[in-house]
């Protein structure tokens, strides 16, 4: 059962929180490796969330302060987690490669009238 | 070779594959099979030649229908129906009369032609709606006969729907028939029917020279594709113009766009995108010129300027790579540029993509949104019964990248007791060597490294293992012996990929074409006849 889901997080709060997914190894190398556990994780950053233009080209005008993160989960989502759940309209900026089914089941789930829910109805021309 | 094949408790060239498994030749009871991970979807080369998405079948649950995320409306399912191969897995669809009601799978369209198919019948004739998108009804006329039924659309508003809703005035009246076997791929040709379940974990079969031949197994690290519409150029911005789905592009269907030039200086400019100081990116993009030699460049402005002019050297597709490194952190704008004093002509291009890497991985395909392809990995169950107790031989053919492969583990013999690497035996690559390494319960037994090796290099590699005695081989020329150690202990599993599934530092990128284990300790010269 693999889940999908996006979050937004202070930095302070991610940098708690990704020790609860993280795990550490002993490398071949002889060093510490640490690495996702159960889970693929994409840390988008700080989104913008207005753009402005400057010589016709595109400028961030309004940054989020939030540290944004997909991650896609393999196995029971940590509790912890579930406060800094987003829903950005289906995939949002980011998405895993044919994995927008899986974020669209929780945002429908959360958001059944979003008009990226609804089943479109085919017009009866034939 | 096959005699000594024949002396192999496992044999894995990979050629048969469905979700999830990769089938291993020997033994034929399916202990040896992989079981293969990675949770997206991804591209291949196929036999044609052409890049390919895995798995190509878009519809997820395409024999389970009724599980998410099908959607149901007004609909009654009953599973364990007999389908048109004898099996028992097509489902029996029971529409009730009045409403919309339907059967439904959202699958978002991009390519501006696709082709659905599904295997359909009734108790007695009938006719119900069949239709791809969201604007066209399509009827289609059932009789008790499983029939393939197969139509191609341009329209991609919505998804795949079964319904009583269709005709000039839909009477929306109670219907029963039975569904099997639903695809759609894209372009206007159906592909052969590749039955799905959640669509992930596909192994990716590749033909990497461009078709033909055999395939060999691709296994990659995570990466995400920062650009978005990587095939889609009319949704970047330009000064110029852009003709859509103007010719043939690398997957084989009429989805390439084309840049237009004539004269002066023109960009395309793509989503902005945050970069780090320090890191290294790569920049690919498919390009098929109007004539060899044209010109274009690889631009980039915001947070720092840089640049690059390629010069195209072949007439037909190919993909054209730039990497650099951030000199700042912050955002720049990715530019394709024609003109600026250089050789330009319209171009044909498509895939393009930009992702945080020293190298190019296979494309990933984006929309409206970037995208990331997560890490291949393959492994075994326990099969402690095909290693042998007390000594054993490997071989594993494979390429060799060296633009990726330094710290590389292409191959894992896990240990049940303890699944670290300190207890296992396996291969690691350095810059351009290769390096066998033995430990057994926390204590390094045989360590032999060596060979000199060429970027692309196919490499056969084969090593034995028994107290006292470990050789390692490399295209027939022995690299090295150790005769002092013990053979790993309760060596029971086989990962390929990476090290216990850990860390892209040791994630291999790149190809293998066989990997095959003995219970026994072969001769050197077996070893040397098998890798030469």
Known sequence: MKTFLKYEFTPTQWATLRKLIEQTTTAPDGGESTTWKDCAVVEIGFICLEWGTEDDKPVCTKQSDKWAVDILFYAEVPKEFAPFEVYPNPCGVHTFSGDDSLYLKTFCAKFPDSPYCIVPEPKPTI | MSTLLEQASLVMIP?????????????????????????SNGTRVNSAGLVEVCPWNFVAQSESIGTSPWLLNGATLTSGQTDPNGGTTAIKVELASGGNNYVYQGIPLTNPVN?????????????????????????????????LFTFSSTDT??????????GPSPTQQAKTFYIWGAQLNIGSTAKPYFPTTDRLNVPRLTYQNGGGGCPSLLLEKQSTNLLV?????????TNGTTTANAGISPDGTQNADRLNYTSGNIYWLDASINVTNGVSYTYSLYVKPTSVGNQFRFYLDGAFNDSTVITTDSSDWKRYTWTFTASATGSINPHVLLGYGYSSQSILVWGAQ?????YPTSLI???SASATRVADFATTNNISSLFGSTEGSFFIEMTYDGRNSSGAIPLFLRSSTNSAYNYATYLQFGTTNITLEAYSGGTS???ISGGSF????TLKVAFGYKANDFVLYVNGVQIGTDTSGSISANLSFIDLGTYNQIASTYQYNGTISEAVLFPTRLTNTQLAQLTA
């Open chain 2, 445 to 447: 037994q045989a360590v």
């Open chain 2, 229 to 237: 519409y990587s095939e889609q150029f009319d949704q970047w911005s």
């Open chain 2, 454 to 457: 060429t970027n692309g290099q």
């Open chain 2, 157 to 166: 508003s919505g998804g795949i729907i079964f319904d009583n809703y269709f």
């Open chain 2, 115 to 147: 082709i659905v198919s599904a295997y359909l019948r009734a108790d007695s004739a009938t006719t119900i709606g069949f239709s791809l998108g969201g604007s066209n009804a399509n009827a289609v006329n059932l009789t008790t006969s499983w029939q």
């Open chain 2, 15 to 39: 050629s048969g594959y469905k979700e999830d498994v990769v089938y291993s030749q020997i033994p034929t009871n399916g202990n040896g099979d992989l079981s293969f991970t990675r949770a």
């Open chain 2, 365 to 367: 395909n984006t929309t």
């Open chain 2, 354 to 358: 930009l992702e945080a890497s020293t």
